[in-house]
T-cell receptor
Framework: DTAVSQTPKYLVTQMGNDKSIKCEQN?????MYWYKQDSKKFLKIMFS???????INETVPNRFSPKSPDKAHLNLHINSLELGDSAVYFC????????????????FGSGTQLSVL | SQQGEEDPQALSIQEGENATMNCSYK?????LQWYRQNSGRGLVHLIL?????REKHSGRLRVTLDTSKKSSSLLITASRAADTASYFC???????????FGQGTRLTINP
């Protein structure tokens, strides 16, 4: 009954490769997010989608491209991987259509640890 | 520097003691939330306090919010070994469509 699931859990790859991380939520939520957690545990938002529409693109390099085929899925594709992309990537979701203030809590997946060699 | 900053960065206490973690932020907020992250896992929501609230309780958790000082504290009473985790504060910034996280406090409960 995993609410927010992302795959794979671990991803080890060479510099220059292209990789994808998939995320799915079965909570019926309208909004989904990608966060990046660096080695110092700092968690930073990358993207958010509301019902398949891009809401936030937080100055992320063009090599990162999110894709939302439907509101239950938000995948992250990364081109030409670099050493600095090594981090843990978290998918998350929240319930309501995005309006302010939301006072919504986020539900997180268990993370994808990406290691670029 | 970041919107949310936790203090201390690491805290180690004995089981049964109380643990207090602090969070400071810079801009006006709609709400402030606390999350827990166990090692190798995703974040789990603990409690949300709105900008017009000053204190909130949930089980052994007590959160305070002082908007004049732009700070919040999370108190965990009667700590247990299972409370060992990293604790993050997150702020929903007014006018911004995002939740901004701090760097977390790593809490270790020693048996």
């Amino acid at each position: 009954d995993t609410a927010v699931s992302q795959t794979p859990k671990y991803l080890v790859t060479q510099m220059g490769n292209d990789k994808s991380i998939k995320c799915e939520q079965n909570l019926g939520h309208d909004t989904m997010y990608w966060y990046k957690q660096d080695s110092k545990k700092f968690l930073k938002i990358m993207f958010s989608y509301n019902n398949k529409e891009l809401i936030i693109n937080e100055t992320v390099p063009n090599r990162f491209s999110p894709k939302s085929p439907d509101k239950a899925h938000l995948n992250l594709h990364i081109n030409s991987l670099e050493l600095g992309d090594s981090a843990v990537y978290f998918c998350a979701s929240s319930q309501s259509p995005w309006k302010l203030p939301t006072n919504e809590k986020l539900f997180f997946g268990s993370g994808t640890q990406l290691s670029v060699l | 520097s970041q919107q949310g900053e936790e203090d201390p960065q690491a805290l180690s206490i004995q089981e049964g003691e109380n643990a207090t973690m602090n969070c400071s932020y810079k801009t006006s907020i709609n709400n402030l939330q606390w999350y827990r992250q166990n090692s190798g896992r995703g974040l789990v929501h603990l409690i949300l306090i709105r900008s017009n609230e000053r204190e909130k309780h949930s089980g052994r958790l007590r959160v305070t919010l002082d908007t004049s000082k732009k700070s919040s504290s999370l108190l965990i009473t009667a700590s247990r070994a299972a409370d060992t985790a990293s604790y993050f504060c997150a702020t929903e910034i007014q006018g911004a469509q995002k939740l901004v996280f701090g760097q977390g406090t790593r809490l270790t409960i020693n048996p």
